[in-house]
């Protein structure tokens, strides 16, 4: 046998998106890194093998929670490149990526077998891995490992302690725990893909399969024929073995699953009231792997539990964010019809401390993914997968730091060092939920902020056609000033009627959903169309930030539908769902995806459409991204969109927008944005973050997408420095830009002003910018 040592700074095993963005991050700040992948495909549970669509933060009631930094360049470029959501395009988006970084060696078909460690046992000397592929032996040695591995290898074979099954309640007082600790974990699920093959395609079950399933088989919270598309294929809940041991008998629950699948497909093809619709379909793909949920979780020197997830708890070392439910299956999965999975919802968005992403007793092992320091229910919230890919790309700068400093990861975890840490991740637009810190270096915020225009509310309102209330509708939108005298909504009515109203404050954690009654009324409402109407709210505000807009039903009236900056939203009340509970909001936001013939909403149901008075043609072409409300006016205006935001410390909606807008305008001349400094100034850097509508969360399925890039985010633009002589010069020209990170190297010298001219978005009649930033000579 062959055998290659190799010497690097960070050794990351397994290549799902936690992997992916630690061995990406790390690489990107100057580290030689191996990324080590035990399959011939990269993406873990988002692979072309297994198929489970990534999802992330969206399930925690905060608008705007969808992943920035890393995972976010990956989801625009595979939009970009990909847009039909191919898992063969994802599948080169996710290789692409990789392979791009010159520091970066990738390692695939490569399993670890055994380690090495130091002579006291608390360190990873080297790891020793076998490719099959080229019967090679491969030793890898680094100052740092990361077991990105899901089932956890690396600690396994360090003897670091880990933890499977349900705590007792007793043990850190979830609330859902059992009395007692059980061994259970949840299962693994299987996906298949269907397609129609044009002319009648039999299915016969096979013998081995052994099982004939029936309507009744699949219990009341499994509607099986009313959840099949042929387009997205798959069941989440086709999924068993949490009794068993999801490590060592993955390969018989594997076999197990193959038969459920197997037999439901059976089920609709032959007996099911989809049978006629499916008879010319047929199995075009089938999981080879099956997705896993849960196995082992090693101990830091945090375990994260859930009701610091359900708090919100405020860690010092945070380092990134979730915001996913507490979404727990039963361990017997498809052959449990009476304990359905359970899928709570969160009041907001949650942080997670470095001290949970590294083992307490291995010194120098990273964590990142399913296998972190979390009890069973607090992973149940973290284990999906854009929260993993969060914690990978933590991990990826937290071990920079490490190598660099030549200390291990538990040295990171306080004063400066923490503060550093947290800085580069979001200079990288890595998101920590309610991080207030200034990046290191941005002069940005010494600047005056000045800009070509700002949205307003008084402009002329366009209208996308109408939205009639047939039930209660909601109206989200920011207030900062101290008292509101009134709103005035567009309208339409059928004949003189009344409408009924309440107004709300969101809750204190800045939460998109409405909590504490101010005011409300009736007011009348003349017959005719497009007239404005004055509610009278008059009410004090006693903590700025998100309020809320309750409209009563009434069927005689229908409110004018706008397209808007982010800050104002629409919602509708939200449907009942017995294994989906959400104790925090009775509302659901629309996030309209416009088709030529459908419209579904941000989780693929389908929707009603409301009318579109012409622009379902221009609805379609800027597809979900844009974000709609109602046509509102405030007394007093509120002036939540100045260019001052863009040099605050939020680069997305907090309590407010925090976003530059520019009014309307048809780009017949730049629109821009300048930061002027009383004293010149030396840059070596200049960052922008656009807006990529953060409102948005990519479907839960291999859908595609009519457009290549995000409608808000600008195109066309460049970046002009004014000297100190008067004199300018374009230090950057770019066209076609699809990404909301934009960084650009430059050396400039006595820079009185910078400015930011946005010739062109792509489809946005707007220019937006969360932040502009720029950085100083590095210091020495």
């Not at 044009?198 to 509607?223: H, S």
């Not at 993914?369 to 997968?385: E, Q």
């Not at 509101?484 to 309208?491: C, P, Q, R």
């Not at 609805?619 to 979900?624: E, M």
């Amino acid at each position: 046998m062959k055998t290659i040592e190799h010497q690097h700074d960070f050794t990351v095993i397994g290549g799902g998106l936690a992997g992916i963005c630690a061995a990406v991050t790390a690489a990107r700040q100057g580290l030689r890194v191996a990324l080590v992948q035990d399959r011939p495909v990269l993406g873990g549970n988002a692979s072309t093998e297994i198929r489970v669509p990534p999802v992330g933060a969206s399930q925690c009631n905060f608008a705007y929670s969808r992943e920035t930094g890393l995972i976010e360049e990956l989801f625009l470029n595979n939009l970009r490149r990909n847009p039909t959501w191919c898992p063969e395009g994802w599948n080169l988006e996710l290789e692409s990526l990789v392979r791009s970084e010159a520091g970066l060696d990738l390692f695939l078909n490569t399993a670890v077998c055994e380690l090495a460690m130091n002579g006291g046992g608390d360190r990873i000397d080297r790891i020793k891995a076998y490719c099959s592929v080229d019967e090679t032996w491969h030793q890898f040695s680094a100052p740092c490992f990361a077991d990105c591995s899901g089932d956890g290898v690396v600690g396994s074979l360090a003897g670091a302690g880990f933890r499977m099954g349900v705590e007792a309640r007793s043990e850190f007082d979830e609330p859902m725990c059992p009395d007692k600790a059980t061994g259970d974990t949840m299962g693994m699920s299987l996906h298949m893909h269907a397609r129609d093959a044009g002319r009648p395609m039999p299915f016969e079950l096979p013998a081995w399969v052994g099982m004939e399933l029936d309507e009744d088989d699949f219990g009341p919270y499994r509607p099986v024929s009313e959840h099949f598309f042929p387009d997205t294929g798959g069941f989440w809940w086709l999924e068993w073995g949490g009794a068993l041991d999801t490590v060592h008998d993955s390969t018989k629950i594997k076999e197990e699953v193959q038969r459920i699948t197997l037999a439901v497909w059976d089920y609709l093809k032959n007996r099911s009231p989809l049978a006629e619709k499916l008879a010319t379909y047929e199995i075009d793909w089938m999981g080879a792997v099956p997705g896993k949920r849960e196995s082992r979780r090693f101990e830091g020197d945090h375990i994260l539990t859930m009701n610091e997830i359900g708090a919100q708890a405020d860690f010092e070392d945070a380092v990134a964010y979730g915001g996913w439910g507490f979404d727990h299956h039963p361990p017997d999965g498809f052959y449990d019809k009476v304990n359905p999975s359970t899928h709570q919802y969160l009041r907001g968005p949650h942080n997670v401390p470095l001290r949970s992403l590294y083992a307490r007793d291995v010194s120098n092992l990273f964590l990142a993914g399913r296998n972190i320091s979390a009890t069973h229910y607090a992973l149940s919230s973290t284990r999906v997968m854009l929260t993993c890919a969060q914690l990978g790309e933590a991990v990826g700068m937290a071990a920079s730091h490490a190598v660099r400093s030549q200390c291990n990861p538990r040295d990171l975890v306080a004063g400066g060092a923490i503060c550093a840490l947290q800085s580069d991740l979001l200079r990288a637009d890595h998101h920590i939920h309610a991080l207030e810190l200034p990046i290191e270096n941005d002069i940005a915020p010494e600047a005056e902020v000045t800009a070509s225009s700002v949205f307003s509310e008084g402009d002329p309102v366009e209208s996308w056609g109408t939205d009639r209330l047939r039930d209660e509708r909601m109206l989200q939108l920011p207030v900062v000033t101290d008292h509101i005298d009134s709103l005035a909504l567009l309208v339409d009515a059928d004949r003189d009627t009344e409408l009924r109203f309440h107004f709300h404050q969101g809750p204190e954690n800045g939460s998109t959903y409405p909590e504490e009654r101010l005011t409300g009324g009736a007011v009348a409402v003349p017959s005719g169309e497009s007239r404005w109407i004055e509610l009278p709210v008059d009410t004090d505000i006693r903590r700025p930030g998100w309020h809320f807009l309750v409209l009563e039903k009434n069927q005689d009236v229908a409110i004018h539908v706008t397209e808007t900056p982010p800050g104002r939203r629409w919602y509708y009340p939200r449907p009942a769902d017995p294994i989906r509970p959400n104790p925090f909001s009775a509302w659901t936001a629309r996030s309209l995806v416009i088709g030529m013939t459908r419209a579904v909403d941000a989780d693929g149901a389908r929707v009603t459409s409301p009318d579109w008075n012409g622009h379902a043609e221009k609805a379609a072409s800027l597809s979900a991204f844009l974000h709609f409300g109602y046509g509102c006016r405030t007394t007093p205006e509120q002036p939540v969109h100045h260019p001052s935001v863009v040099v605050n410390p939020h680069s997305r909606p907090t309590l407010q927008p925090n976003l530059w807008a520019s009014a309307a305008t048809f780009f017949d001349r730049p629109e821009w944005i300048e930061l002027s400094w009383q004293s010149p100034r030396s840059i070596s850097e200049v960052q922008i973050l656009f807006d990529s509508s953060l409102h948005f969360h990519f479907w839960q399925s291999w859908q595609g997408y009519p457009v290549n890039a995000i409608p808000s985010l600008v195109s066309d633009y460049r970046i002009v420095a004014t000297h100190r002589d008067g004199s300018t010069s374009v230090v950057a020209e770019v066209t076609g830009n699809h990404q909301r990170n934009r960084r650009h190297q430059v050396d400039l010298e006595d820079v009185r002003r910078l400015r930011v001219e946005i010739v062109k978005t792509n489809g946005l009649s707007r220019a937006q910018i969360y932040s502009l930033r720029a950085f100083g000579p590095p210091s020495t």
